[in-house]
């Protein structure tokens, strides 16, 4: 059996969907479901407008890109509306991304920076994490 390394996810923080329109994602989320928005924010390093749905300790966050050269914009152009990236609790932001580029894995962002919501996050390279686009987020 191989040696595997500590367990740094705490729980999955939020189910990330890029979608065209953010105002119908909402409605369709509130209509269907009975979802909420919890909270709600421009994040202008990223481009983006999101809108959180609290489910249980968890989110979806629904994005919208709020420019067309945003990573969302892009990623709308080239694979349309749907799952964008999931986002994973972690104690230390810092400690998890530095294990993941012990490992020799790709990483997006260098160092943690700041998310919405007042947290911490840093994504990882989706190319090494079986295509998925993982962001490590620190409340």
């Known amino acids: 059996m191989s040696e595997t390394s500590?367990?740094?996810?705490?729980?999955?923080?939020?189910?990330a969907i890029a979608v065209d329109d953010l105002e119908a994602a909402i409605n369709y989320y509130a209509d269907t479901f009975g979802a909420e928005v919890d909270h709600r924010e421009v994040v202008e390093s990223d481009g983006v407008e999101e809108a959180l749905l609290k489910v249980a300790d968890s989110y979806i966050q629904l994005?919208?890109?709020?420019?067309?050269?945003?990573?969302?914009?892009?990623?709308?152009?080239?694979k349309g509306q749907g799952l964008h990236h999931i986002g994973?609790?972690?104690?230390?932001?810092?400690?998890?991304?530095?294990?993941?580029?012990a490992q020799g894995f790709?990483?997006?962002?260098?160092?943690?920076?700041?998310g919405s919501r007042g947290t911490t996050v840093a994504f990882v390279h989706p190319k090494d994490a079986f295509g998925t686009l993982i962001e490590l987020v620190e409340e």
């Open 63 to 78: 994005l919208t890109p709020t420019r067309e050269d945003s990573p969302v914009a892009k990623y709308l152009a080239k």
């Open 88 to 101: 994973y609790r972690v104690a230390d932001c810092g400690v998890a991304l530095e294990a993941v580029k």
């Open 6 to 15: 500590p367990l740094l996810f705490t729980e999955i923080d939020h189910v």
């Open 106 to 114: 790709r990483v997006i962002d260098e160092a943690p920076r700041p």
